[in-house]
């Protein structure tokens, strides 16, 4: 019985120190490997099958692509050569050309046929959504993100832009630093702050949230999109998707996440006067530090993470 009594009390005492836990403790560091680079102008890195198909798509339409352009352009300059009023000064006069105008039918279909060959393999992946492992839903609000893992128990979460009025990182900073200069949606000591004490540098703001989506690598996570105002639309380029999340609607994308790390995404769906304020963090992670999440997320251990 004294051990019985010694074992709560401890565990009475431990919780006030598990309350306060972030999700950065819990998580541990993750490199940050979806995010845009400074004068960058290819993609990010494809951490998903899907986001390798469009890569791999979008340069080979890229070839076609500078393939036809030169090939027109090499017409253009033959033509101004060979039909200018110095060159040719009687010029030859008919009204059409029977084998010229099937080639430039034809060519251009096949042409098609041979990107649509392409491409729809890549869309039927896209859209075929899978029995998912991970099943999240997300709702998009004016301006802000509310996630809910209904399979995991966890009930509806909010996720802020860090350094926008109702981010839940102002709980993470001390008392000096409350009295720092805040500024909505904008850099400034507070946000900084805030930053620094959620894990990030200063040069993501505008892409760290207060709260993140959790998936384990490897897993296949499926995502259920709706809005609660207008229209919305979530997406992570380097998972290579996208989904308009619409009032009333329920949509899906899947995604499978092959590297350990954080990933940032952004509205891309014109949304209101705070739409550029609303990103969007994943962290993928081990099974073991997600089980852990999940286990923390259900019991209220975390103040942010």
């Known amino acids: 019985m004294k051990k019985l009594l010694l074992s709560a009390a401890a565990a009475a005492f431990a919780a006030p120190a598990l309350a306060q836990q972030t999700g950065a403790e819990i998580l541990g560091d993750l490199p ?15 951490a ?21 352009t030169i090939f027109v352009m090499g017409l253009l ?8 009023r ?22 251009p279909i096949f042409i098609l046929v041979v990107i649509g060959g392409f491409s729809l393999p890549v869309l039927f992946d896209q859209q075929r959504i899978p029995e998912g492992d991970v099943v999240v839903k997300v709702t998009g609000y004016q301006w802000y993100w509310a996630y809910e893992y209904p399979e995991e ?24 630093q409350e009295e720092l200069e805040f500024v ?3 850099m400034s000591p507070s946000t900084s702050a805030q ?11 505008r892409l760290a949230t207060d709260t993140s989506v959790v998936v384990p690598v490897g897993a296949t996570v499926v995502m259920q999109v709706t809005a609660g ?23 899906q994308l899947w995604f499978r996440a092959e590297q350990e790390g954080v990933y940032f995404g952004q509205c891309s769906e014109l949304c209101g006067i705070a739409h550029a304020y609303m990103p969007i963090t994943v962290k993928v992670v081990s099974q073991e530090k997600y089980d852990a999440w999940v286990e923390a997320m259900k019991t209220g251990d975390m103040i942010v993470w």
């Open 86 to 107: 110095k060159a040719n000064s009687n010029p030859a006069q008919f009204t059409h050309n029977s084998p010229l105008e099937v080639t430039w039918t034809v060519v």
């Open 229 to 251: 105002d207008v229209i919305h639309s979530w997406t992570i380029p380097s998972f290579g998707v996208k989904q308009d999340g619409i009032p009333g609607r329920l949509a």
């Open 184 to 186: 909505d949606n904008a």
């Open 195 to 205: 930053l620094q004490a959620a894990g990030y540098s200063d040069d993501l703001f």
């Open 32 to 46: 940050v490997i979806g995010a845009p680079q400074a004068g960058g102008t290819g993609f990010q890195p494809a």
């Open 48 to 68: 998903t099958s899907l986001a390798a198909e469009l890569q791999w798509l979008d340069g080979f339409l890229l070839v076609i692509i500078t393939f036809i």
């Open 153 to 176: 128990g966890i009930e509806e979460f909010t996720s802020y832009m860090i350094g926008a009025p109702g981010a839940a990182t102002v709980d993470l900073l001390t008392e000096e």
């Open 77 to 84: 300059l033959w033509c101004i050569v060979r039909y200018s």
